[in-house]
């Protein structure tokens, strides 16, 4: 293990000098720091992933929390993103192969010039450092360097503080993976973030790791853990989890559906598709965030969503970084890693992650209930310590199945009562009677039903409903954010706000009493006027009544 941690720290860098004479990271480094030895993975550990009801009782541990501490989550990571299947007797070949993927890619992108011009004699013409040929291999050498010089800005900072990401060998490591992911993936290209996702992923590799024997028991029942936790392939495992990864959240970096390109990519190209690159992302993840909002959050907690909508909090100005880089940045490392873990085995793209933010505010709506626009803003932006958050995912995981029911419930076809049959007639006599009757009641009955819909109802009765109901769950929000405001911010700046609002309440139902046009409105009615007897018009107020 030491040897494969001193062959990490001097390797060379993907431009074909160390990284310890950049003067980007020649900061003095923290010594490398082992943590404890981790718990071996166990033979009950293995029936997890071997029996029938196995993976369920390993979903349902990662969203109890309760994969915290044991030796197989990077393993079960991968079983939940698709990395490894579900049979442990595949994952020595499935290893395998990822790993040589890995390899091979490494050997596309990681370019030095002068090995090139060492292994095989290359055309001068093209093999120069003042060649601009986008074939030339120092063309290529000098826009890697740039990259480089991008990632490795974000990897100094990334948990800064955290004397493991502070090792060089760790560092080296991020830089080499993120940088070959922009390389295959040229329509994502890198971005900032990528470090943050990709950093806890590294961590979990290591603190899983193994160092494979099998020379005493070469068919040991345990060497797909061996073979899946070799210490000496965590770049290439982390390489693996973070691209199968960033196919789910990809598409907030990414366009969508845009193919990797084959060829050399210039700077021109590169600056004219990252700003459409950016421009689309941005759209799809601002989306997604109004969707938490307007359509999950109102639908759970609808006193909260209206309350932030009253005042004018746009979602995405504090759910972008929550969805983006997965809370990495909203959490501490080891709370992080056990939402992961949930996130994760529920699976159905990160659907969980959607609830896990509307869980964050439903936690803390008694922060931002009653609180002025900058509050709610500097608590959304630094979200409080969670004591635990388990709590957070038990109560994500009870909205998702609330909001599932209920769309389950509204999609459920309403039972369609038969008309009742018409009595049989005793005699003629009585037929006749019930005849004459509804003669003598059509007129009046049309009459009446004809003179209520021109009082009381507009030309869609339905329509008509809707936004009445509208109007009166809006206005109770208003009324109760009034009354909180009064009872525990009583103050003559609070007073006045809640007499102002009071009254812009008041003018709102006034006018809605009658449509503003059709055979529902009386020639008399006028902006303000309540129906006769319902109360004063807002016109015929005096100002000194006003003031009071």
Not at 308 to 334: G, N, T
Not at 406 to 424: G, S, Y
Request: glycine share 4%; hydrophobic share 40%.
């Amino acid at each position: 293990l030491d040897r494969v941690r001193m062959q990490g720290m001097s390797s060379p860098s993907p431009f074909g000098q160390s990284l310890a004479s950049s003067p980007v990271i020649g900061a003095p480094i923290t010594p490398h720091v082992v943590p404890p030895a981790p718990p071996t993975p166990t033979v009950d550990d293995l029936a997890l992933f071997s029996e029938d009801d196995g993976l369920k009782i390993l979903r349902h541990m990662s969203i109890s929390g309760d994969l915290q501490g044991t030796a197989i989550r990077s393993v079960a990571w991968r079983v939940f993103l698709g990395v490894l299947s579900g049979k442990p007797d595949q994952w020595i070949d499935q290893c395998k192969a990822h790993r040589e993927v890995y390899e091979q890619l490494k050997k596309k992108h990681i370019i030095d010039p002068h090995e090139i011009e060492a292994r095989e004699k290359a055309d001068l013409s093209l093999n120069n450092p003042l060649s601009q040929d986008e074939t030339s291999p120092w063309n290529q050498f000098f826009q890697n360097r740039e990259l480089e010089k991008e990632i490795t800005h974000d990897i100094v900072r990334t948990y800064a503080g955290t004397p493991f990401f502070e090792q060089r060998w760790v560092r080296d490591m991020l830089i080499r993976i993120l940088f070959v992911y922009a390389r295959e993936n040229s329509g994502v290209q890198y971005i900032q973030g990528m470090n943050e996702i990709l950093a806890p992923i590294v961590y979990v590799l290591h603190t899983n790791k193994m160092v494979p024997n099998f020379s005493a028991r070469p068919r040991d029942p345990m060497a797909p853990f061996h073979v899946a936790m070799d210490a000496a392939y965590l770049e290439h495992d982390a390489y693996t989890i973070f691209h199968h990864l960033l196919v789910i959240v990809g598409r907030w970096f990414s366009l969508p559906n845009r193919e990797p390109s084959s060829g050399p990519v210039s700077r021109a190209d590169v600056s004219a598709t990252s700003a459409i690159t950016d421009q689309a992302a941005n759209n799809q993840i601002v989306n997604q965030c109004r969707y938490i909002h307007f359509t999950l959050l109102e639908a759970v907690d609808p006193h909260l969503a209206s309350y932030l909508k009253d005042l004018a909090i746009e979602p995405h100005l504090y759910m972008l970084r929550w969805l983006r880089i997965l809370l990495a940045q909203v959490f501490p490392l080891p709370d992080l890693l056990l939402l992961w873990d949930g996130i994760f085995a529920w699976g159905k793209q990160a659907e969980l992650l959607d609830w896990l933010c509307v869980s964050m505010l439903a936690t803390i709506r008694h922060l931002l209930l009653g609180k002025d626009y900058s509050i709610c803003m500097q608590t959304l932006f630094n979200y409080p310590p969670t004591s635990d958050p388990r709590i957070l995912l038990t109560t994500a995981v009870h909205m998702l199945d609330k909001y599932n029911k209920i769309k389950t419930r509204d999609k459920t076809p309403k039972p369609t009562v038969a008309p009742l049959a018409p009595a049989p007639s005793t005699d003629s006599l009585n037929t006749k009677m019930i005849g004459s009757t509804k003669a003598l009641l059509q007129p009046l009955t049309t009459s009446l039903t004809s003179t209520f819909k021109q009082m009381f109802v507009a030309d869609d009765p339905e329509l008509e409903l809707a936004r009445l109901r509208t109007t009166q769950l809006h206005m109770a929000n208003r009324l109760d954010r009034i009354v909180y405001i009064l009872q525990n911010t009583p103050s003559e700046e609070s007073l006045k706000s809640a007499v102002e609002e009071l009254c812009q309440i008041k003018q709102t139902l006034a006018s809605g009493v009658y449509p503003e046009s059709g055979p529902g409105r009386p020639a008399d009615a006028k902006p303000g006027k309540l129906a006769p007897g319902g109360g004063y018009s807002s016109t015929a107020i005096s100002p000194s009544v006003k003031r009071k």
